[in-house]
T-cell receptor, first 114, second 110 residues
Framework: KAGVTQTPRYLIKTRGQQVTLSCSPISGHRSVSWYQQTPGQGLQFLFEYFSETQRNKGNFPGRFSGRQFSNSRSEMNVSTLELGDSALYLC?????????????FGPGTRLTVT | QQQVKQSPQSLIVQKGGISIINCAYENTAFDYFPWYQQFPGKGPALLIAIRPDVSEKKEGRFTISFNKSAKQFSLHIMDSQPGDSATYFCAASIGDKIIFGKGTRLHILP
């Protein structure tokens, strides 16, 4: 099976702009989660989508939003970018099996805000 | 109650030594404890995982030790190699919720 893919891999934006990141989960996975990773902060949970519905949400401002399509692909949008939004944005697809809830991460999108 | 505390933040080990990373949790309802390994420029990858009904799980040079009464679990990397240099995240999950530790940056000296 192909892994989780994220596009673009790198992005440079200017403060005040908006950005859309895309994630294609592993085939058959219906859950997609988004994380922000910055040095020293670990993996900060943004939100999770399951069957086109936001199921869980982290503590991020409303500038961060997402959606999921019927084919399970997901997009994340950040509006009015701030310098502090510079980070690696990771998408993880998951399936709740009998064994456990396991997440499989994509390579991430490196966002730089100048 | 939802936190997973991971230590140390960074660790330097000589090649051939044992690397040990510790995690502690509070919510006794967690029922699955995975470890992830992340190399620079890559996303985290599932390395090894354990359930609370088992005290130890070994896969190659990687071992998870689990202490249910202390609500602690740890990752041991035996015969550490330079290629093991990466950031390691512990996690705890229940149902569709997973909580990650803040990560440990491991550096193995050649």
């Amino acid at each position: 099976k192909a892994g989780v893919t994220q596009t673009p891999r790198y992005l440079i934006k200017t403060r005040g702009q908006q950005v859309t990141l895309s994630c294609s989960p592993i085939s058959g996975h219906r859950s997609v989660s988004w994380y922000q990773q910055t040095p020293g902060q670990g993996l900060q949970f943004l939100f999770e989508y399951f069957s086109e519905t936001q199921r869980n949400k982290g503590n991020f401002p409303g500038r961060f939003s997402g959606r999921q399509f019927s084919n399970s692909r997901s997009e994340m949008n950040v509006s009015t970018l701030e310098l502090g939004d510079s980070a690696l944005y990771l998408c993880a697809s998951s399936v709740l099996s009998v064994a456990a809830y396991e997440q499989y991460f994509g390579p991430g999108t490196r966002l730089t805000v100048t | 109650q939802q936190q997973v505390k991971q230590s140390p933040q960074s660790l330097i080990v000589q090649k051939g030594g044992i690397s040990i990373i510790n995690c502690a949790y509070e919510n006794t309802a967690f029922d699955y404890f995975p470890w992830y390994q992340q190399f620079p420029g890559k996303g985290p990858a599932l390395l090894i995982a354990i359930r609370p009904d088992v005290s130890e799980k070994k896969e190659g040079r990687f071992t998870i030790s689990f202490n249910k009464s202390a609500k602690q679990f740890s990752l041991h990397i035996m015969d550490s190699q330079p290629g093991d240099s990466a950031t390691y995240f512990c996690a705890a999950s229940i149902g569709d919720k997973i909580i990650f530790g803040k990560g440990t940056r491991l550096h193995i000296l050649p």
